[in-house]
């Protein structure tokens, strides 16, 4: 419950969609991707409520979901015994490096735990990941930081359709991270402290500085993308990490997965306001978690087909790119690029007949 004289906190955080120009299944493969931010969104409504049963409220009418938990349900279940970490003690924790968690193994202690509280006999997919990525993010967001948590409610609604590629899961990660920081920040700001350790006793100590309410820094951006790359996680396994990049920073974006312990390479491409892109919801929902380990699995089968592809995918997407930032100065031309992959994207046979026909 909040003491005299506070005002309860509110805010909403907004995440584009996406689209994949180019590398799509190609950039799990270490490829490069071209991608794109849409002008439709996602919008995450955060309120603090001042209650005294302690509750936090999820509201997500596209999933026709609503659930609660309690602050002390989750202070017991989970930030009292953090996440499991993939090396090291705790004392090297903090909220700025997330890639520390293991991932693998907290989302099955989640996921019990949520199909467990429900008591329902059939849990749909969809509802099920997006608790499981709500616990997952307010977890380990949460748990180093000394900030008061008070009951809150979460209302999310999206222009996206839900498994249509417009990269909606990736949003409500975006929107779940940066709500959960800009909770942190605004804490640390009506403290009146606006640059001090904000770790717990035992924790590695890091110190945040705020100086912007209004937005977030390119730091803060960078952040909430890796804490959404690990939601991703959640609904699609092995995700490539460039649709949480794109709904955190907008734009046009080259985008390379990097390797094992490494950042990705990153570079946000000029000429994005002069592109137009007709995007068309073909109605077939997808599953993005199968088609990347029907993906895998063919690659294992046939190396040499499947690689060569993936490598003729990668230099179209490279050409594109060049033909992007031409198109910032001039009147380039990139639809024959996108004929291109189209063809290449169709020889590795995971993509659905239907969408085809509405590409070519």
Excluded at 291 to 310: F, G, H, I, N
Aim: charged share 20%; with cysteine; proline share 4%.
């Amino acid at each position: 419950m909040m003491g005299p004289g506070k005002h309860p906190l509110t805010f909403t955080v907004s995440a584009p969609g996406k689209v994949i120009l180019h590398g799509e299944h190609s950039v799990v493969h270490g490829k490069t991707a071209l991608a794109a931010g849409l002008n439709i969104r996602t919008n995450m409504t955060f309120k603090e409520i001042d209650g005294i049963d302690g509750k936090i409220t999820l509201d997500l009418p596209n999933l026709n979901l609503q659930h609660f938990y309690t602050i002390q349900e989750l202070n017991d279940a989970f930030l009292s015994n953090p996440p499991p970490l993939l090396k090291g003690s705790y004392s090297e924790f903090n909220v700025c490096n997330p890639e520390l968690i293991n991932t693998g193994k907290f989302i099955g202690t989640l996921r019990e735990y949520v199909l467990k509280s429900v008591k329902v006999q059939q849990f749909p997919f969809a509802q099920e990941c997006a608790l499981v990525t709500f616990l997952f993010l307010y977890t380990g967001i949460f748990c180093s930081v000394n900030v008061q948590i008070e009951p809150f409610s979460i209302e999310v609604v999206s222009d996206m359709a839900i498994g249509s590629g417009a990269g909606s899961s990736a949003a409500f990660s975006v929107c779940l991270a940066a709500s959960f920081i800009h909770y942190i920040r605004s804490k640390i700001s009506s403290s009146g402290i606006s640059d001090k350790n904000v770790s717990k006793d035992g924790y590695k100590p890091i110190d945040m500085e705020v100086t912007d309410l209004s937005m977030f820094s390119a730091k803060e951006k960078e952040l909430i993308a890796r804490w959404a790359l690990l939601g991703e996680k959640v609904m699609h396994g092995n995700p490539s990490g460039i649709d949480n990049v794109v709904c955190t920073f907008g734009s046009i974006v080259k985008f390379r997965k990097g390797q094992e312990g490494q950042g990705p390479m990153l570079e946000h491409l000029p000429g994005g306001a002069q592109l137009k892109i007709l995007l068309v919801d073909s109605g077939v929902r997808r599953n993005t978690a199968g088609m990347v380990a029907k993906m895998s699995k063919r690659l294992e089968s046939y190396p040499q087909v499947v690689q060569s592809t993936l490598d003729a995918m990668d230099g179209i997407a490279v050409a594109a790119a060049d033909t992007l930032t031409q198109l910032a100065e001039s009147d380039a031309d990139i639809a024959d690029t996108l004929e291109q992959q189209n063809s290449l994207r169709a020889k590795l046979e995971v993509r659905k007949q239907r969408n085809e026909l509405l590409v070519t």
